[in-house]
């Protein structure tokens, strides 16, 4: 049970991530209706694993770490990261949402390739956060936790994970990892 946080957060980057492919995908088919349903999934998991790590993660490892300094200067570079990545992926909703299922005007075609920017700068900000967070924050909730409190970190955690948004099925949310 120790390192159970941990590998369910890494797993439920590894989720994430397979939607992104799946957006990719997506986006590269120019198939707008698709690249809406998976950005739109996209941008749910990540905020049900970022509210996971605010509400409970950081808190507990920011309390916890005995340099609280560097812990809060991890953290808050993480927290910038989850600003930038539900901002940018919120604008790249707006903007697929106003799109017309056929892109053929130059105004369409321009406003799909600023979506696609758009996931790319967040995929590629994502990697290196995924990184810091797997190989720092995660592993120090493993060293610095007792095991009582990993077990109920890792159920809080477990709980978050789990609470999907309403529009989503149980079935779409874990067919669509």
């Known amino acids: 049970m120790a390192a159970e946080a941990r590998q369910r957060l890494s797993d439920d980057h590894r989720d994430v991530d397979e939607v992104l492919k799946q957006l990719l995908t997506a986006l590269d088919n120019k198939d707008v209706e698709a690249s809406y349903s998976k950005l739109d999934l996209l941008w749910a ?43 940018e992926l919120a604008r790249a909703v707006g903007i697929l949402r106003e799109l017309p299922p056929r892109l053929d005007s130059p105004d369409a075609k321009a406003r799909w390739s600023s979506v696609v920017d758009i996931v790319a700068s967040v995929k590629t900000r994502l990697e290196n956060h995924n990184e810091i967070e797997e190989n720092q924050v995660y592993r120090w909730s493993d060293t610095i936790l007792t095991k009582p409190e990993q077990t109920d970190l890792a159920m809080r955690i477990k709980a978050e994970l789990e609470h999907r948004p309403p529009r989503f099925s149980v079935e779409a949310w874990a067919n669509n990892p």
Request: charged residues 30%.
């Open 45 to 87: 998991r990540l905020a049900v694993h970022i509210r996971a790590e605010h509400l409970h993660l950081f808190p507990t490892v920011t309390n916890k770490a005995a340099d609280s300094s560097e812990a809060q200067s991890v953290v808050d570079e993480l927290r910038a990261d989850h600003d930038f990545f539900m901002r």
